[in-house]
């Protein structure tokens, strides 16, 4: 089984620009296929640090001298980086999301397509499962996660169902939790909005969102000017937050103006919105809602 199936892989590399003696950040490691392109345009003197804190990614390790694996959530991108003496980068490089290899492994509990216990945690260390917050969490809380995350207009009826029938007994795998909203699935639309569903809990169990801002924000302190910052997003939350990012250097609101009323911005947009083609998709179905943004520090 291949462990992931890089998307948009030359488009997103071609995107850092690669300099042969430059210093790279591959944050999102996963099977190593983003990061083996970039490897292959270094020179001798390049070097590519990368992240990921899925411990089933670390068998994927590349023996180069030039590359350094860090077992890691890239929310610590800066810390990890001056750890290893590096304090500015030529580029940055994120393919956000779950990998093939997390979706296709059942007892990882990220796929709609099995039966298995609620995980869906990134970091197989971490605190908070989805068995945490479907059983655990108050009402409130669980009807805010769907709505944030999966945008899921019944939100709250789902939130209900959930504390309901969570009182006879713990809602342990998928199954049980696709039998308690078993109402809220229609056939025609049962996958979909399961997909909303898992969405939802998987960004609330690995804090995605807050992951993607503290990454953003620190890209921009580490990178040189000129550097370039190429992020693949896979759904409109994050999207949102990558193109608000690049466009202003904020998550909100607009950014100051000089003294000629130009908008003080941190970055170039390098590309319009880069999405795959028709063939990429045929070959990876995986790549359908995949959304490249590249940008340069002014």
Do not use: C, W
């Not at 089984?1 to 997103?12: D, F, G, I, R, S």
């Not at 009807?143 to 207009?153: H, I, Q, S, T, W």
């Not at 993607?212 to 890209?219: A, C, D, G, H, V």
Request: glycine share 6%; net charge neutral; no cysteine.
């Amino acid at each position: 089984m291949e462990y992931h199936n890089p998307v948009l892989l030359k488009e997103t590399v071609d995107g850092l620009s690669i300099r042969p003696d430059g210093v790279y950040v591959d944050v999102t490691f996963g099977g190593g296929g983003h990061s083996r392109e970039i490897i292959s345009r270094l020179g001798k003197n390049g070097k590519l640090f990368a992240f990921d804190q899925d411990l089933d990614a670390l068998k994927n390790a590349i023996d180069d001298e030039r590359f350094t694996l860090i077992n890691e959530n890239f929310r610590f991108i800066k810390r990890f980086l001056r750890f290893h003496g590096i304090k500015q980068v030529d580029g940055v490089l994120a393919d956000l999301g779950v990998s093939s290899h997390q979706f296709d492994v059942a007892e990882r509990g990220f796929s709609t397509r099995f039966d298995a216990e609620l995980d869906m945690r990134m970091n197989q260390k971490g605190e908070v499962s989805a068995f945490h917050v479907v059983n655990e969490y108050d009402e409130q809380d669980i009807a805010r996660v769907l709505f944030d995350y999966g945008e899921l207009k019944n939100a709250r009826a789902m939130a209900n169902v959930i504390v309901i029938a969570r009182k006879d007994k713990e809602i342990r795998n998928s199954d049980e939790l696709k039998k308690v909203l078993a109402k809220f699935l229609p056939g025609h639309k049962s996958n979909k909005i399961l997909a909303q569903i898992y969405q939802a809990i998987r960004i609330e169990v690995n804090q995605e969102m807050d992951v993607l801002k503290e990454f953003l924000e620190q890209s921009l302190e580490i990178l040189k000017p000129g550097g370039r910052l190429s992020v693949i997003s896979y759904h409109s939350l994050e999207d949102r937050l990558v193109k608000r990012y690049m466009r202003n250097g904020m998550f909100e609101g607009e950014p100051e103006r000089d003294f000629f009323g130009n908008f003080k911005v941190p970055f170039k947009i390098i590309e319009k919105l880069i999405v795959p083609t028709e063939e990429e998709i045929a070959s990876n179905n995986r790549a359908r809602s995949a959304k490249l943004r590249v940008a340069e520090k002014i």
